[in-house]
Nanobody, 125 residues
């Protein structure tokens, strides 16, 4: 059974930092891109960041550029999201996503075949 499990969410104050981790099991994603999305109240998940299979390329949503950093450790089958200078508008459920065949970055949720269950990040002002 393939699983992506996010950890590290919680409640923080504005301006503080938080690091999310997503560990995959059941299948190796070392050849595929991985990404983070988030969902505030509403029907759609918003793109946050994506990283290529070897970590050579990274893309970010404009709203998080300069504050968030995505990274991965293929030996651990894990992707990370370092979040600095958090703002109340960052409050959302954060989901990690991965794909087995797409190797390059993508901002489209349709490109990812596997998803985690999400972890709540709440930023208070």
């Amino acid at each position: 059974q393939v699983q992506l499990v996010e950890t590290g969410g919680g409640l923080v104050q504005a301006g503080e930092s938080l690091t999310l981790s997503c560990a995959a099991s059941g299948r190796s994603f070392s050849n595929g891109a991985m990404a983070w999305f988030r969902q505030a109240p509403g029907p759609e998940r918003e793109f946050v960041a994506s990283i290529s299979w070897n970590g050579a390329n990274e893309i970010y949503a404009d709203s998080v550029k300069g504050r968030f950093t995505i990274s991965r450790d293929n030996a651990k089958n894990t992707v990370y999201l370092q979040m600095n200078s958090l703002k109340p508008e960052d409050t959302a459920v954060y989901y990690c996503a991965a794909d087995l065949s797409r190797w390059d970055v993508s901002f489209s949720k349709e490109e990812y075949g596997y998803w985690g269950q999400g972890t709540q990040v709440t930023v208070s002002s």
